[in-house]
Each structure stands twice: as C-alpha cells, then as structure tokens.
C-alpha cells in the first residue's frame, strides 16, 4: 500500500514559479516510478513528468524546459519544479505511485495550481 501527498500548490502570476512536492509511505519507493498529472475540469488527467527509479525522465512537450522532476529516496520523496509558469498550466496536479513488477497504480489528492494573467 501507498499513501502520497502533495503539497506546494496555489496562486502565482504568469512567469512566477512553483515547487510541488509529493510524499510518499510504502515499502520501496526507490523502485517506484513516479510521476506528476494534472487536470482541469472536463479534460483527461495528462502527463506532465515521469521519473523512474534509475532517475530517467520524461516530460509532456508543454513542460519542456520549464518544469524539472526531480526525487529523493532517502526522503520518500518527488518534487515538480515549475518555472516559467503560464495561464495553460491552470489544473490540479496529482502525484502518482507506478509500483515495480505488479505495475499498480497509486494516485494522491491533488493540489491545485493557478496560474493568472
């Protein structure tokens, strides 16, 4: 079982920055990939970074060169630094848990980023 929470969320202006952090309970995080959703309301969760236990990442096109995943082990721990923020990057942010060999997916609450104008 795992258990994530995010935090860091909230209200910046256009260009400003935010540093989401997720932690995380359970049994072997570092064989986690993990990884940072977000959504808005009526649209389907996307994916904004992925990072997997041998510390590859992966990002949305969207994201590229403005947001940095990055984890700690030793703290259960994964972080979303966003620079550069833009109106479109409005949504909750939800970390995720993709457990090593059962594959099974953990999500956390979300937390809300706005972005104004």
């Known amino acids: 079982q795992v258990q994530l929470v995010e935090s860091g969320g909230g209200l910046v202006q256009a260009g400003g920055s935010l540093r989401l952090s997720c932690a995380a309970s359970g049994s072997f995080f570092s064989l986690n990939t993990m990884g940072w959703y977000r959504q808005t309301p009526g649209k389907q969760r996307e994916m904004v970074a992925l990072i997997t236990s041998g510390g590859t990442t992966n990002y949305a096109d969207s994201v590229k060169g403005r947001f940095t995943i990055s984890r700690d082990n030793a703290k259960n721990a994964v972080y979303l630094q966003m620079n550069s923020l833009k109106p479109e990057d409005t949504a909750r942010y939800y970390c995720?848990?993709?457990?090593?060999?059962?594959?099974?997916?953990?999500w956390g609450q979300g937390t809300q980023v706005t972005v104004s104008s």
């Open positions: 995720n848990a993709v457990l090593p060999i059962s594959y099974q997916n953990y």
